[in-house]
């Protein structure tokens, strides 16, 4: 199995960043894991180990999110769904409101203000992946809008636990602002579980709701280039842009809201499932080049950092609207 050396390395990661978790839960294991992986990102590895940190930071997260679903109940999972569907919507306009008028003052090309605003408002790296095939966007801006988004997401890990700490957020409110607020998933499940696991459990759900949205907005974006170009719709495929790992989590939930597993074998695979998180993330930490990242462009970045900015603070307004903070 060629994905064999590149898993085993991270891993090998994941081990003392997950016992450095434990002893001080409050940075947490999949920041020291992927901390551990950017120190080490420089280092002249060798070629056979790249084919297994690519899968582990990618299917490996997925598999950890799947797992994670059997410590949820699916009634909890409606019910903090249906509270974040409001935020949702106010994030999602507050992002694609800020890239199109910060865009135009940066003068950046169309198809990478939009696909920042699309990765910032609704799930990092996948929405990105997902809309540039919809919208006929070139490598150039694709490489641009997810270098710039994963920089945030690096930021939102270490950043947002200690802004929530900072600010008094409980365990429902941090969740809710990092589910709404921090870009791609995996920054979303490590801020979390940092902060607690109550908080990794609710903004687990909610960023899995925002991620829902990438349905309705790529085929709004398809249905517009459509008008504009019959060749724009070409490479838009709903099985390509719905995210599996989400039928997989409601799958679990399911199973463990029935109670078949029992507490104990639940529990086990949400651990296991919290564990892979760290694993997935000592990847993607070996595989972030952040001089490289900075060589883009400052343009780019500035909308990035001003649609964050957007989301971050519109999220917690509504929750102190709505009485969550």
């Known amino acids: ?156 890990v270490f950043l947002f636990p200690f802004l929530g700490h900072l600010l008094g957020l409980g365990d429902a409110g941090f969740g809710m602002w990092a589910g709404t607020a921090i870009n791609d998933t995996s920054s979303v499940v490590a801020a979390g579980y940092s902060y607690s696991d109550a908080a990794g459990s609710y903004a687990t759900i909610v960023k899995l709701t925002r991620t829902l949205m990438i349905i309705p907005i790529t085929l709004a974006l398809g249905l517009y280039q459509a008008k504009k170009s019959r060749q724009a719709g070409e490479g838009f495929s709903l099985g390509r842009v719905f995210p599996l790992f ?22 086990f695979l949400g651990e296991t499932g919290k564990f892979c998180i760290a694993v997935a993330m000592a990847a993607i930490g070996l595989n972030t080049r952040l001089r490289e990242l900075l060589k883009n462009g400052l343009a780019p970045i500035l909308l990035g950092l001003a649609c964050w900015a957007a989301v971050a603070i519109v999220s917690l307004l509504c929750q102190h609207m709505i009485g969550l903070w």
Not at 30 to 35: D, G, Y
Not at 64 to 86: R, T, W
Not at 130 to 154: C, R
Not at 246 to 267: K, P, Q, R
């Open 1 to 156: 199995m060629k994905q064999m050396p590149g898993i085993m390395l991270a891993l090998l990661l994941a081990v003392p960043a997950w016992l450095l978790g434990q002893a001080v839960p409050l940075v947490g294991g999949p920041v020291f894991a992927i901390l551990l992986g950017i120190l080490l990102a420089g280092w002249k590895r060798p070629e056979s180990v790249e084919p297994g940190l690519r899968f582990t930071g990618k299917k490996v997260l997925q598999l950890s999110i799947v797992l994670l679903g059997f410590e949820m109940n699916l009634h909890y999972v409606l019910q903090v769904g249906g509270q974040s569907l409001v935020i949702i919507v106010a994030t999602l306009s507050a992002a694609f409101l800020t890239a199109w008028l910060v865009g135009r003052w940066l003068r950046l090309p169309g198809d990478t203000t939009i696909l920042i605003g699309v990765g910032t408002a609704i799930c990092g790296g996948s929405a990105i992946a997902a809309t540039a095939p919809v919208i006929g966007a070139k490598t150039q801006d694709v490489t641009y809008s997810i270098s710039t988004i994963f920089l945030f997401n690096i930021v939102a």
């Open 246 to 267: 989400v039928l997989g989590f409601l799958a679990a939930s399911i199973v463990s809201t029935s109670g078949v597993l029992g507490e104990t074998a639940a529990h």
